[in-house]
């Protein structure tokens, strides 16, 4: 404790530019990011002058907002020269030889804190826009209000590609769906007896209700109650599928 007041000490008589320890004029504020690119990203806000005691550190997905974590301090009066280390790690995905490929960057900048909005500090956003950078605002007032002050007015809007790639993941769950309910039904039709053995195994050690009332695999019953099962399975699948599609942006 003793050793940590000394290195408390020292900083503050080595006149760093944002210290919340070296003064009673310091508050605490809530950390919020907001991510206008493409990519996910993480922060983490830290003071230059103690760089490894760092603040938030929550994931944010490409064209959204994070939610609340604690906390950065800022001091009371604005002056010109206040700083923050803002550290970053983010994620780009490429299409290497047929295959996806996620590659990681970690990346440390010092970046200014603007002059607070109506000459108050407030909670601190961490912004990443579009084409990477990194700027932090001081503010109560959110990104759609009109105080805002940041240079992007707005909460992220996805673009048109992401909301296609994301909309292509639906698609594929759906008629992975109608695929395979296609194919259970062909192979009910191929091979009966055997299909039914088959279901009966695996309703045996996953969902013994699902068998419940049949005397086994042979049970004619049971092949009418797989078939039923498919049909109506296929059909919703192919409605969803059908819905999917309707959405495409």
């Known amino acids: 404790m003793i050793a940590l007041r000394n290195t408390t000490i020292l900083a503050c008589l080595l006149g760093a530019a944002f210290l919340a320890a070296c003064s009673e004029s310091a508050l605490n504020f809530n950390l919020h990011g907001v991510n206008y690119s493409g990519e996910t990203f993480s922060y983490a806000v830290a003071d230059p002058a103690t760089p490894d005691q760092v603040s938030g550190g929550e994931l944010i997905d490409p064209f959204g907002a994070g939610g609340t974590t604690c906390c950065a301090s800022l001091p009371k009066e604005w002056r010109p020269g206040i700083k923050l280390h803002v550290r970053t790690t983010y994620w780009t995905e490429k299409r290497v030889n047929g295959e996806n490929k996620i590659s990681e960057f970690k990346d440390v900048r010092l970046v200014d804190v603007p002059p607070y909005v109506e000459g108050k500090p407030g909670e601190l956003w961490v912004l990443r826009d579009a084409s990477g950078g990194v700027s932090v605002i001081s503010s109560d007032y959110q990104p759609d209000h009109p105080k805002w002050p940041g240079e992007v007015k707005g909460w992220p809007v996805p673009s048109l590609a992401y909301q296609r790639e994301r909309w292509e993941l639906y698609r594929k769950h759906e008629q992975g769906g109608v695929d395979l309910f296609s194919s259970l039904l ?26 419940k009332g049949f005397s086994g695999p042979d049970d004619p019953r049971y092949v009418v109650f797989l078939r039923e099962d498919y049909k109506l399975s296929l059909e919703r699948s192919k409605l969803l599928l059908e819905n999917v599609m309707k959405a495409r942006p």
């Open 186 to 211: 062909k192979q009910l039709r191929d091979s009966p007896e055997a299909h039914a053995r088959e279901a009966w195994e695996y309703a045996k050690k996953n969902d013994p209700s699902e068998i």
